[in-house]
């Protein structure tokens, strides 16, 4: 084993393989693999083996995509087979809703050139016969997925980095990871030390343990899994000679369960409610090749559907039961990236889905270690996207949560309850009182709308518009006409200070810097010209600015400021960051009597011309020491009121005092996303991500090219002197009883003309057949790699996608925002846009102008 390596990836799962793999593939070549025991020895070489593109998260779902076409890769460079078992699947929907989430998944596919169908039940039986198709309402079809052999996949990324050059060291467990001042690691083995740039922490079930050698507790915890084989099946023998090909694979909601077809038998797992997790707090490092003891009782409720839902499985004798551990983050996404607060230190963990997901991870850290980003949007399995409320106790509870819903469906407006309340603010007693129906922001307890008095405050769930429409528009309605009040605690918050802070935020920022108690609002970008934060800044004082953004980012920006920290001598720097999470909260008060409301709880004048819009003051308010922005979401009259938690209650107390004779009212979330839509403004995370510029994301006048040398000038100057490829638009849509969620496709009437916004399909797929083993429609593996399915209906093309939306209250009009060709984004004619909601496509119309006071009078009055 050598002393020296550029980086040392520590694990020999799939995971690590594929890591090792891309960096070696990337161009380095200095780098070792070093595993406890055997390749595969974790949870690798139990796995089902399974591997699909389908994912909640379309960016995920990408990389998914990329897995797959990956394996043909390893297995040519290798030599190793990876066993592809390119079968196709269907996911069998049993009632009307899980119908629904088919309908929204297909959608998603269509943009991202995703080969899928919707199909009966008949149909799905054509190819699965096991099944009783009477039991379902429809299902859906994608080519894209089968199953492989673990062992020998993992072993051909292995074979794979080695001809690249790579070294891997068996039987040689990790004890100690310590780093020098320079940031050079020293991984310490039981043969030695290895002194290295990087470190890459892929070690699966013990990836806690590796990652409390560094001090971090990472957000994940092993599960037990069980799955059986069935002794050969005459029916399976039969189909796989009359019709020449093996069974697909089929996911039943209803039942938790997934089937395909092993060897003449059938393989049958369940993510059972009655989940058990393994080794919670500490793994034990002498577990290796072993399995866990069989509970067939636990899964007794999930196979009695099954067997119900697929009688021909319940006559097959039980060969085996397999049951092994595998580690799950909170929202079950992988845990990627590098750790914010350390140098150089990257984890690539919790892949559950390792052979779905494991060569798009590798890619994307191979990238992100390389190339300073990892290519793609990974925020949806970034590590920094949990905060410090992410304990080992709240893990498990979510966790479990997550494996016991793996195979159900999550309506947009539903709040799931483990581990609920983490953080609370002092109002959040007071908030209940006041019937609000809570939901989780990061961690902490926000309300989402009100209930009228005298009803249950509660959700009922739905992809329809449900029990909250009608208070949000209340709320929404009074606050536009009169005043209203919400909660901003769950806004992230930060102060920048100390010589030299306004020159760092220049560098950081496109937007120049505000005067002495002004603000002003910037996004931030990456070297490639891509948006990474969307920012309201205030300064405060002389080398002191108060900033706010996304709670949901706090980490993400965390790991960027500091790592572009400016270095005044070895590792010290005078500019100071502070991140207040909640040691600073807030209110927000809006509508055309805030000013009047806020001018009888201060002692200063709030005029048109002593605040005006943009400023930034520290005063009392309610007799509690606060900072105020004349600013808000909601594009009215209004204020952001920050102050410390100790004096929460007494100026929301104030504030419901001094509002009576205005008529306030208190509002949610939902309501304040309402009224941001009527404005035209974009959301981070939904609008603004890393695969979107500034200028293709409507950020144009925050960019101030000609200001200083910004991270990412450049990129944004060529984008702005070529012009942007996409822009975000504002659309009206003639929706029905359903309103966009996020991520449904845009149709556009452009007849054959290409815009070259489609994504291209996968580069192939799995022919489906009908009972008589005919091709069905045209889904040869040919046509999947040279043309895309689904998103062609005469002159009709999808063009774009939705980012999010909703109903605008005030306006009464269901709104969304979304991005298409830049050569389409003024044209404002109508049946040009068509959006898909639910499976039915609805007239669209984009709105250039917000719907809502589009000269911006009403918040500068």
Same mark, same amino acid.
């Given at each position: 084993?050598?002393? !020296?390596?550029?980086a040392?990836?520590? #694990?020999?799962?799939?995971?690590g393989?594929?890591?090792?793999?891309h960096?070696?593939k990337?161009?380095?070549?200095?780098?070792?693999?070093?595993?406890?025991?055997?390749?595969?020895?974790?949870?690798?070489?139990?796995?089902?083996?399974?591997?699909?593109?389908?994912n909640?998260?379309?960016?995920?779902?990408?990389?998914q995509?990329?897995?797959?076409?990956?394996?043909?890769?390893?297995?040519?460079?290798?030599?190793?087979?990876?066993?592809? !078992?390119?079968?196709?699947?269907?996911?069998?929907?049993?009632?009307?809703?899980?119908?629904?989430?088919?309908?929204?998944?297909h959608?998603?596919?269509?943009?991202?050139?995703?080969?899928? /169908?919707?199909?009966?039940?008949?149909?799905?039986?054509?190819?699965?016969?096991l099944?009783?198709?009477?039991?379902?309402?429809?299902?859906?079809?994608?080519?894209?997925?089968?199953?492989?052999?673990?062992?020998?996949?993992?072993?051909?990324?292995?074979?794979?980095?080695?001809?690249?050059?790579?070294?891997?060291?068996?039987?040689?467990?990790?004890?100690?990871?310590?780093?020098?001042?320079?940031g050079?690691?020293?991984?310490?083995?039981?043969?030695?030390?290895?002194?290295?740039?990087?470190?890459?922490?892929?070690?699966?079930?013990?990836?806690?343990?590796?990652?409390r050698?560094?001090?971090?507790?990472?957000?994940l915890?092993?599960?037990?899994?069980?799955?059986?084989?069935?002794?050969p099946?005459?029916?399976?023998?039969?189909?796989?000679?009359s019709?020449?090909?093996?069974?697909?694979?089929?996911?039943?909601?209803k039942?938790?369960? @997934?089937?395909?077809?092993?060897?003449?038998g059938?393989?049958?797992?369940?993510?059972?409610?009655?989940?058990?997790?393994?080794?919670?707090?500490?793994?034990? +490092?002498?577990f290796?090749?072993d399995?866990?003891?069989p509970?067939?009782?636990?899964?007794?409720?999930?196979?009695?559907?099954?067997?119900?839902?697929?009688?021909?499985?319940?006559?097959?004798?039980?060969?085996?039961?397999?049951?092994?551990?595998?580690?799950?983050?909170?929202d079950?996404?992988p845990?990627?990236?590098?750790?914010?607060?350390?140098?150089?230190?990257?984890?690539?963990c919790?892949?559950?889905?390792?052979?779905?997901?494991?060569?798009?991870?590798?890619?994307?850290?191979?990238? +992100?270690?390389?190339?300073?980003?990892?290519?793609?949007?990974?925020?949806?399995?970034?590590?920094?996207?949990?905060?410090?409320?992410?304990?080992?106790?709240?893990?498990?509870?979510?966790?479990?949560?997550?494996?016991?819903?793996?195979?159900?469906?999550?309506?947009?407006?539903?709040?799931?309850?483990?581990?609920?309340?983490?953080?609370?603010?002092?109002?959040?007693?007071t908030?209940?009182?006041?019937?609000?129906?809570?939901?989780?922001?990061?961690?902490?307890?926000?309300?989402?709308?009100?209930a009228?008095?005298?009803?249950?405050?509660?959700?009922?769930?739905?992809?329809?518009?449900?029990?909250?429409?009608?208070?949000i528009?209340?709320?929404?309605?009074?606050?536009? /006409?009169?005043?209203?009040?919400t909660?901003?605690?769950?806004?992230?918050?930060?102060?920048?200070?100390?010589?030299?802070?306004?020159?760092?935020?220049?560098?950081?920022?496109?937007?120049?810097?505000?005067?002495?108690?002004?603000?002003?609002l910037?996004p931030?970008?990456n070297?490639f010209?891509?948006?990474?934060?969307?920012?309201?800044?205030a300064?405060?004082?002389?080398?002191?600015?108060?900033?706010?953004?996304?709670? *949901? *980012?706090?980490k993400?920006?965390m790991?960027?400021?500091?790592n572009?920290?400016?270095?005044d001598?070895? %590792?010290?720097?005078?500019?100071?960051?502070?991140?207040?999470?909640?040691t600073?909260?807030?209110?927000?008060? *809006?509508g055309?009597?805030?000013?009047?409301?806020?001018?009888?709880?201060?002692?200063?004048?709030?005029?048109?011309?002593?605040?005006?819009?943009?400023?930034?003051?520290?005063?009392?308010?309610?007799?509690?020491?606060?900072?105020?922005?004349?600013?808000? @979401?909601?594009?009215?009259? #209004? @204020?952001?009121?920050?102050?410390?938690?100790?004096?929460?209650?007494?100026v929301?107390?104030?504030?419901?005092?001094? #509002?009576?004779?205005?008529?306030?009212?208190?509002?949610?979330?939902?309501?304040?996303?309402?009224?941001?839509?009527?404005?035209?403004?974009?959301t981070?995370?939904r609008?603004?991500?890393?695969?979107?510029?500034?200028?293709? %994301?409507?950020?144009?006048?925050?960019?101030?090219?000609?200001?200083?040398?910004?991270?990412?000038?450049?990129?944004a100057?060529?984008e702005? *002197?070529?012009?942007?490829?996409?822009?975000?638009?504002?659309?009206?849509?003639?929706?029905?009883?359903?309103?966009?969620?996020g991520?449904?496709?845009?149709?556009?009437?452009?007849?054959?003309?290409?815009?070259?916004?489609?994504?291209?399909?996968?580069g192939? %797929?799995a022919?489906?057949?009908?009972?008589?083993?005919?091709?069905v429609?045209?889904?040869s593996?040919?046509?999947?790699?040279?043309?895309?399915?689904?998103?062609?209906?005469?002159?009709?093309?999808?063009?774009?996608?939705v980012?999010?939306g909703?109903?605008? !209250?005030?306006?009464?009009?269901?709104?969304?925002?979304?991005?298409?060709?830049?050569?389409?984004?003024?044209?404002e004619?109508?049946?040009?846009?068509?959006?898909?909601?639910?499976?039915?496509r609805?007239?669209?119309?984009?709105?250039?102008e917000?719907?809502?006071?589009?000269?911006?009078?009403?918040?500068?009055?």
């Amino acid at each position: 084993m050598k002393s !020296h390596a550029k980086a040392v990836v520590i #694990g020999g799962g799939v995971v690590g393989c594929s890591v090792l793999y891309h960096l070696a593939k990337a161009g380095w070549t200095d780098i070792m693999l070093i595993e406890r025991s055997e390749l595969t020895s974790g949870s690798s070489w139990h796995a089902a083996g399974g591997f699909h593109t389908l994912n909640g998260d379309p960016n995920v779902a990408k990389l998914q995509a990329y897995t797959v076409q990956l394996y043909r890769e390893i297995e040519a460079l290798s030599g190793q087979s990876c066993s592809l !078992h390119l079968t196709g699947g269907v996911m069998m929907a049993d009632t009307p809703e899980r119908m629904d989430f088919l309908r929204l998944a297909h959608a998603k596919g269509r943009y991202l050139g995703m080969d899928t /169908e919707l199909i009966t039940p008949s149909e799905a039986k054509a190819m699965f016969p096991l099944m009783d198709e009477t039991n379902f309402v429809g299902a859906m079809w994608d080519p894209v997925e089968g199953h492989l052999d673990p062992s020998g996949t993992t072993h051909a990324y292995a074979k794979a980095a080695r001809k690249l050059g790579a070294e891997i060291v068996l039987r040689n467990r990790v004890v100690e990871l310590t780093q020098e001042v320079d940031g050079t690691w020293n991984v310490v083995t039981e043969q030695g030390t290895v002194k290295a740039e990087h470190v890459v922490n892929c070690g699966g079930l013990w990836a806690r343990e590796i990652g409390r050698m560094v001090g971090v507790e990472l957000p994940l915890l092993a599960m037990e899994h069980m799955y059986l084989l069935t002794e050969p099946m005459p029916e399976v023998e039969e189909f796989n000679k009359s019709t020449g090909r093996e069974m697909i694979g089929v996911m039943d909601f209803k039942g938790e369960i @997934y089937t395909r077809q092993e060897r003449n038998g059938i393989l049958l797992g369940t993510y059972e409610k009655a989940c058990k997790p393994w080794s919670p707090v500490n793994t034990p +490092w002498d577990f290796g090749h072993d399995l866990l003891q069989p509970d067939i009782d636990r899964i007794a409720p999930s196979l009695e559907i099954g067997f119900k839902h697929f009688p021909g499985i319940e006559k097959a004798g039980i060969k085996q039961i397999i049951n092994g551990p595998f580690t799950f983050a909170l929202d079950g996404n992988p845990l990627v990236g590098p750790v914010q607060g350390l140098t150089n230190f990257w984890c690539a963990c919790a892949v559950m889905a390792g052979f779905s997901q494991g060569g798009g991870v590798g890619l994307a850290l191979s990238n +992100w270690m390389v190339h300073g980003d990892p290519g793609f949007d990974v925020w949806g399995m970034d590590v920094a996207r949990f905060g410090e409320w992410a304990t080992l106790r709240y893990t498990n509870a979510k966790v479990r949560e997550n494996y016991s819903r793996r195979f159900s469906i999550r309506f947009p407006n539903e709040e799931l309850p483990a581990a609920r309340p983490a953080q609370t603010t002092a109002l959040y007693d007071t908030m209940l009182a006041n019937n609000a129906v809570m939901g989780d922001s990061w961690g902490l307890e926000t309300p989402l709308w009100f209930a009228p008095k005298g009803t249950e405050p509660k959700d009922i769930v739905s992809f329809h518009r449900s029990n909250d429409f009608g208070p949000i528009g209340e709320e929404v309605r009074a606050t536009r /006409e009169k005043v209203g009040v919400t909660e901003i605690a769950n806004f992230a918050k930060y102060e920048v200070s100390g010589p030299g802070s306004e020159d760092f935020l220049n560098r950081l920022m496109t937007n120049r810097m505000p005067k002495t108690g002004r603000i002003v609002l910037t996004p931030m970008l990456n070297e490639f010209g891509r948006l990474i934060g969307d920012f309201t800044i205030a300064k405060a004082g002389e080398e002191r600015f108060m900033i706010w953004s996304s709670s *949901a *980012a706090q980490k993400y920006h965390m790991r960027w400021f500091e790592n572009h920290l400016p270095k005044d001598g070895p %590792g010290t720097s005078q500019v100071r960051i502070h991140r207040f999470d909640q040691t600073l909260v807030g209110l927000s008060i *809006a509508g055309p009597k805030s000013r009047d409301l806020l001018q009888k709880l201060v002692d200063v004048d709030i005029s048109t011309k002593a605040f005006r819009f943009m400023d930034f003051r520290e005063m009392a308010v309610g007799g509690a020491p606060c900072m105020v922005n004349r600013i808000t @979401y909601t594009g009215d009259l #209004g @204020y952001e009121i920050w102050m410390a938690p100790a004096y929460q209650r007494l100026v929301y107390k104030a504030i419901k005092d001094a #509002g009576e004779e205005f008529g306030l009212v208190d509002f949610g979330m939902r309501a304040l996303l309402s009224m941001r839509l009527e404005k035209n403004f974009p959301t981070w995370f939904r609008e603004l991500r890393p695969i979107y510029g500034p200028f293709e %994301g409507a950020m144009d006048r925050f960019v101030k090219l000609e200001k200083n040398d910004f991270i990412g000038r450049d990129a944004a100057a060529r984008e702005q *002197a070529e012009g942007p490829k996409l822009r975000r638009v504002s659309f009206i849509v003639d929706a029905a009883d359903a309103d966009v969620m996020g991520d449904e496709p845009i149709w556009a009437k452009v007849g054959g003309k290409d815009y070259g916004t489609v994504e291209k399909p996968h580069g192939y %797929g799995a022919p489906r057949f009908d009972a008589d083993g005919k091709e069905v429609r045209g889904s040869s593996a040919a046509e999947g790699a040279s043309a895309v399915r689904g998103i062609v209906d005469g002159d009709w093309r999808v063009v774009g996608w939705v980012t999010s939306g909703g109903y605008a !209250h005030y306006i009464k009009k269901s709104m969304a925002q979304g991005y298409v060709p830049a050569a389409l984004a003024a044209d404002e004619s109508a049946g040009l846009f068509e959006i898909e909601i639910l499976g039915s496509r609805r007239p669209a119309r984009i709105n250039v102008e917000p719907p809502f006071d589009p000269s911006g009078e009403k918040m500068r009055a």
